[in-house]
């Protein structure tokens, strides 16, 4: 075989490997989300796979001494690829409910069955470099050269495929089509030279994925809407009574919602409502920053409550600002700009009376919307006597993160107080001047009437939160911890 077809071969391995990654990643995203110990261990898994394919296809190489062999593990490396998707969706779906109803050892067993789909590709790709340095090998004089150009082929077509997943073929095609497609890019390759079943199994299977990938994608039974986009898979629901819900990936955290007619009122977004009656400004027409707009519940609640307040809605998300339009009824009236939150707050010169961090994705924080260094940035846009609301996620009485993040807060601001909602899994903290309390019990009354229950009880519940070692943008550990808390909630529910 020539040189260069060799050559190729190694750069569309290579390429293969990181386009599949980039889209594996997006293909667990709707399940367990898209969080760094989620990445971490899915770059185990496929570096995993490669090694153990490298050091088995050496093997394999030695006693073959030809390349069909290769060609045809490559061409059902293909066909499994493109099937991944549909049967991450028959399988994973079933295992996020396993999780989150205390049965992590059937979610394991769907996530091990699909992880037995997965490895057979990597083995293939991983014993593409072996076989290629052993079929082209000319001779000992000639080794290192040859070896040189099929590794700096392999990591540009990594480079190549990183790119065009990331930037081009994932944003035009979604996770399951831009799957099948390098599988066919691959399959094309491999079978080339080969009988024309062959071809059938790693040119056709991959077409039929891409016909068919749309239906690859999780659906809900009430979804009225469903969007892939750079950052999650998103999906508007709608129940019988008329209720609309956004939900990102696995769809156990509920971003906004709406029931038409009906004023905000549910209990995160109701705690958000209370934010501008603790500041020491009377709240008429307040200046309010939203971090994590979402489809835009507390942006229109706010506008009911105090009219003429003047929301800017950040949202990481342009679809989700898409669907908020369609479906959510956001109007033009609220300022809305696409991007991360902390870039946004380093280019705003502008203060505001009431600042609302909501940007956390069921069930990590960002981490960098948890140091001192935003706390600072957060505390330095608000007009004097503001107050910034920031909501963070716990398990129950599992409090590590809303532990860490109250404590580098009350390092930043004069005074902090904490009130849990009534749920598993929220904490609120109000950070401002002394008196946050004290103001909103004066002024609940000139809230409206469906506000009034949730002010007096808020009241009640305040508590102070003292400082701590901040959390800080060189160490801010909050995954590793939200990890321990789900680990810690799983044994307990084993009985273990």
């Known amino acids: 075989m020539k040189p260069s077809s060799l050559t190729w071969l190694s750069f569309l391995s290579g390429a293969t490997v990181m386009a599949s990654e980039m889209a594996a990643s997006r293909l667990v995203a709707p399940y367990f989300g898209s969080s760094t110990p989620v990445w971490a261990a899915l770059i185990s898994l496929v570096l995993g796979g490669l090694a153990l394919g490298a050091h088995l296809g050496g093997r394999w190489a030695d006693r073959a001494e030809r390349l069909e062999p290769l060609r045809m593990a490559l ?89 065009l997943a990331a930037f081009v073929v994932l944003p035009w095609l979604g996770t399951a089509r831009a799957m099948a497609c390098f599988a066919g890019v691959l399959g094309l390759t491999a079978a080339h030279g080969l009988g024309w079943r062959w071809r059938v199994i790693a040119v056709g299977v991959p077409v039929v994925a891409l016909a068919l990938g749309v239906h690859a994608l999780p659906r809900h039974p009430r979804a009225r809407d469903v969007a892939e986009s750079p950052h999650a898979f998103v999906q508007v629901l709608e129940s019988p009574e008329g209720t609309r819900s956004l939900v990102f990936n696995e769809g156990y955290a509920v971003q906004s919602t709406w029931l038409p007619g009906q004023p905000v009122r549910e ?74 939150a902390r870039a946004f707050l380093e280019a705003d010169s502008r203060r505001y009376d009431v600042i609302i961090v909501d940007a956390f994705r069921f069930p990590y924080v960002p981490f960098h919307l948890t140091t001192r260094e ?123």
């Open 374 to 496: 935003f706390a600072r940035s957060v505390a330095d846009h608000l007009v004097p006597g503001g107050v910034a609301c920031f909501n963070v996620g716990r398990f129950r009485e599992e409090r590590g993160v809303v532990d860490a993040v109250g404590g580098t807060l009350a390092s930043v601001f004069p005074h902090v107080l904490a009130a849990d909602a009534r749920n598993p899994s929220n904490t609120l903290f109000f950070a401002g001047e002394e008196g946050m309390a004290e103001r909103l019990a004066a002024r609940t009354e000139r809230l409206p009437l469906s506000l009034r229950p949730l002010a007096t009880r808020v009241v009640g519940e305040l508590r102070a939160v003292a400082s701590a070692e901040p959390l800080t943008d060189d160490r801010a550990p909050v995954e590793l911890l939200t990890d321990v808390i789900l680990l810690r909630a799983l044994v307990r529910t084993e009985g273990l």
């Open 75 to 163: 061409c059902v490396a293909a066909l499994l690829l493109a099937a991944l998707p549909f049967l991450a969706r028959a399988l994973l779906s079933g295992a996020t409910a396993a999780v989150m109803t205390g049965r992590p050892l059937e979610a394991m067993g769907r996530v091990g069955l699909v992880v037995l789909v997965a490895v057979p590709p990597l083995l293939a790709l991983g014993a593409v470099g072996p076989f290629l340095v052993r079929v082209g090998l000319g001779g000992v004089a000639s080794a290192g050269a040859h070896a040189g150009r099929l590794s700096s082929a392999s990591t540009l077509g990594s480079i190549a495929g990183t790119l």
């Open 267 to 340: 209990e995160v977004f109701g705690h958000y409502l209370l934010t501008p009656a603790m500041a020491r400004a009377e709240p008429r027409a307040p200046r309010v920053l939203l971090l994590g707009l979402g489809a835009g519940t507390s942006a229109r609640g706010l506008r009911e409550t105090y009219l003429g307040a003047r929301v800017v809605g950040v949202e990481l998300d342009a679809e989700v600002v898409r669907l908020a339009r369609t479906h959510f009824g956001l109007g033009a009236e609220v300022e809305v700009h696409i991007g991360d």
